[in-house]
């Protein structure tokens, strides 16, 4: 299984940050990747410069047969297509793809690391990814996600809220 965490902390010409993260998702179905699950939106401040807008992010499960790297590809091209341009590391941005686990295979390559390096620690990235796959397990340090959501410290749980579903329909 392939997890993608989805954020948005800019509205775009296609509206704001949930219809962002909605269009990139219509756009996976467009390339037709099998799409098996979505988390909850969940919204965040901005990491690491708190005054910026906040995100809103979730979490997709799906499958492909494409490469990691031809993934990559496809995933930054809905970026783009999203608006999203890359100035500046951590700035604001309309859409950003992150790709968290492919497959449970560890990728240490230039272009691409999985699973991706911080996902353990971020608090956007594990509960939306605890609430579609409770029983996941980190490829690299072989740990089940209830141990990196019991390591977060309180103020990570207490910064995070769940907006509620998509209304994003996976056929």
Same mark, same amino acid.
């Given at each position: ?23 990139a998702i219509n756009h996976l179905k467009d390339l037709k990747f099998n799409l098996i699950k979505l988390s909850s939106f969940y919204e965040t401040p ?10 809103? %992010? ?6 492909? !047969?494409?490469?990691?790297?031809? #993934? +990559?590809?496809?995933? /930054? ?57 409770? %029983? ?6 072989? !740990?089940?996600?209830?141990?990196? #959501? +019991?390591?977060?410290? /309180? ?17």
């Amino acid at each position: 299984m392939i997890y993608l965490n989805i954020g948005s902390n800019l509205p775009s010409l296609n509206g704001g940050r949930k219809n962002n993260i909605e269009k990139a998702i219509n756009h996976l179905k467009d390339l037709k990747f099998n799409l098996i699950k979505l988390s909850s939106f969940y919204e965040t401040p901005s990491y690491p410069d708190k005054s910026n807008p906040k995100f809103i %992010n979730l979490c997709v499960k799906l499958e492909t !047969k494409l490469k990691p790297l031809i #993934f +990559l590809d496809k995933i /930054k091209e809905i970026e783009t297509k999203l608006g999203r341009t890359r100035l500046k590391k951590n700035e604001p941005r309309t859409c950003d793809i992150d790709i968290i686990d492919y497959n449970g295979q560890i990728i240490d390559s230039y272009e691409l690391i999985t699973p991706h390096p911080k996902s353990h620690l971020r608090n956007f990235v594990i509960y939306p990814l605890k609430e579609i796959e409770p %029983n996941w397990l980190h490829p690299v340090f072989n !740990k089940k996600i209830d141990s990196f #959501f +019991l390591e977060l410290d /309180k103020n990570s749980h207490n910064e995070i809220t769940r907006l509620g579903k998509s209304g994003i329909l996976l056929l």
